[in-house]
């Protein structure tokens, strides 16, 4: 069995991703990324070399069954899940109870025994509090709404409760931008899944790929980076595409438009507006004088006559967002250089630098002014 395409391989490249498949198969997937490291190393191609080890696999050769063996034997049995069980008897017996008429019994039920205050993501408090909020729904729809409101707070991406909610400043802390990337790094099972982790963010990141690929993929680069990311206007319907969060108090806001041809050869004034629009609700959500760079991702950097974006308004042409990939790729080659638990902070941030993808290279090293 191949995996093909940057999408599959990331996904099992992830330690807590490939955890969840039984040993076994958990196994083999070691396996194929050793196997992918000796089509490397060999002395033919890759394509070659990877033909070669498929053709011993499929006749039985008896080197390959010794290998296999070797690498299957003894595996120690799959733990069981205690935490992911009580969470599946608890979510029946609420439904149970929800069947049977007791609609406010089985929102409290999924609270009581689905403490949200136990759960280290937030994402996981938010669906369960959205759960709980669905039952309760049917006999206090407005208990529910505050129930909603809540669920919403930790989880962006659940249903926004009908009377909005009140937005949350984003405030990153100096110095934590090597630190944070070191976790992600860390999350992988070897330097390749970093590679190909990279790999598949860049390609999302291109103009004709869909606005909700670009927008979602720039938001993972944004954590990815070190910084705190949102989409407000995905997430709350109002503001910016992108939002990044940077050390010293300062802001990437940013206006996506990939979907525009490439033969464009100015910024529109709707699009300029927009721009106008994102820059307002920022200064009345985070005030006057808080250091923004305001960023469209556009193939044109000209004005049209009609458009008047902010001042100092910058753009991330084709250009420049290729010179960006270059960076990205080059970066994730170097921390493929050595296990991803090799790594410090203090070298991370060294090679952040280096690549020019520290938070002051990126405001500035990838964009043009917008200009008439």
């Not at 206090?140 to 249903?159: C, G, I, S, T, V």
């Amino acid at each position: 069995m191949l995996l093909c395409g940057s999408h599959l391989v990331q996904f099992v490249g992830v330690k807590d991703r490939l955890n969840l498949f039984s040993p076994e198969t958990k196994q083999q997937f070691l396996i194929g990324q050793e196997i992918a490291k000796l089509a490397k190393q060999g002395t033919g191609t890759p394509v070659a070399e990877l033909i070669d080890l498929m053709g011993k696999c499929l006749k039985a050769d008896p080197g390959w069954r010794s290998y296999h063996a070797k690498k299957m034997v003894g595996l120690a049995p799959a733990k069981q899940d205690t935490a992911k069980l009580d969470i599946a008897v608890a979510e029946r017996a609420a439904w149970l109870k929800f069947r049977a008429g007791s609609a406010i019994e089985a929102g409290e039920l999924v609270q009581k025994d689905l403490d949200p205050r136990k759960m280290a993501a937030d994402s996981d408090k938010g669906w369960f509090i959205q759960t709980a909020a669905s039952y309760v729904h049917a006999s206090d729809p407005n208990r529910a709404q505050e129930m909603q409101r809540k669920a919403f707070e930790w989880n962006r991406y659940l249903f926004r409760p009908v009377a909005g909610v009140r937005y949350q400043k984003m405030i990153a802390k100096a110095g934590l931008q090597a630190q944070n990337m070191l976790a992600w790094v860390q999350t992988h099972t070897d330097p390749n899944a970093i590679t190909v982790s990279v790999e598949a963010l860049v390609n999302n990141l291109v103009f004709g790929a869909s606005h909700a690929r670009f927008e979602q993929a720039w938001a993972e680069l944004g954590t990815i980076l070190g910084f705190k990311s949102e989409r407000p206007e995905e997430e709350l319907g109002k503001g910016p595409d992108g939002l990044w969060a940077m050390p010293e108090n300062h802001y990437l806001l940013t206006e996506i438009k990939n979907e525009v041809e490439l033969e464009r050869t100015e910024i529109h004034q709707n699009e300029a507006e927009q721009m106008s629009n994102s820059a307002n609700w920022f200064e009345k959500e985070y005030g006057k004088g808080v250091p923004v760079t305001l960023l469209m991702v556009h193939p044109a950097e000209y004005l049209a006559d009609s458009a008047y974006p902010p001042a100092k308004t910058n753009v991330m042409t084709l250009e420049k967002l290729e010179e960006f990939h270059a960076r990205l790729r080059a970066f994730a080659a170097a921390l493929s250089s050595k296990s991803p638990e090799a790594w410090t902070a203090t070298e991370i941030g060294a090679l952040l630098a280096s690549h020019r993808l520290d938070a002051g290279s990126i405001r500035t090293n990838y964009c043009v002014s917008a200009k008439r």
